[in-house]
């Protein structure tokens, strides 16, 4: 199973971005969908994780600004990323459970925020 990542670019703090991720394969076999980031210098930390039932959980840095939905027919998960801070720069990484197969990331998609 392979994830494609897109959305990423620049942005000035207090703008927009919304990432999409889609599942290559084995869609109906997905459980739980997330993001992660990695910023320079930084360790991979979760952002959102959404169940197949559509329950979330958020990372306290991103409750009220970010938004994790998904598509569970098409294999696909979106990230709304709102009131964007500097501090949100980093390389962005998708994540898919698989039953019966394991766990797959996406190749990373890069925002950057800055005035």
């Known amino acids: 199973v392979q994830l494609q990542a897109s959305g990423g670019g620049s942005v000035q703090p207090g703008g927009s971005l919304r990432l999409s991720c889609a599942a290559s394969?084995?869609?109906?076999?997905?459980?739980?969908m997330a993001w992660h980031r990695q910023a320079p210098g930084k360790r991979r930390e979760l952002v959102a994780l959404?169940?197949?039932?559509?329950?979330?959980n958020y990372a306290d840095f991103v409750k009220g600004r970010f938004t994790i939905s998904r598509d569970t027919a098409k294999g696909t998960v979106y990230l709304q990323m709102s009131s964007l801070e500097p501090e949100d720069t980093a390389v962005y990484y998708c994540?898919?459970?698989?039953?019966?197969?394991?766990?797959?990331w996406g190749q990373g998609t890069l925002v950057t925020v800055s005035s």
């Open positions: 994540f898919a459970r698989i039953r019966y197969w394991g766990e797959a």
């Open positions: 394969e084995n869609i109906i076999n997905i459980d739980d």
């Open positions: 959404i169940t197949r039932r559509d329950r979330t």
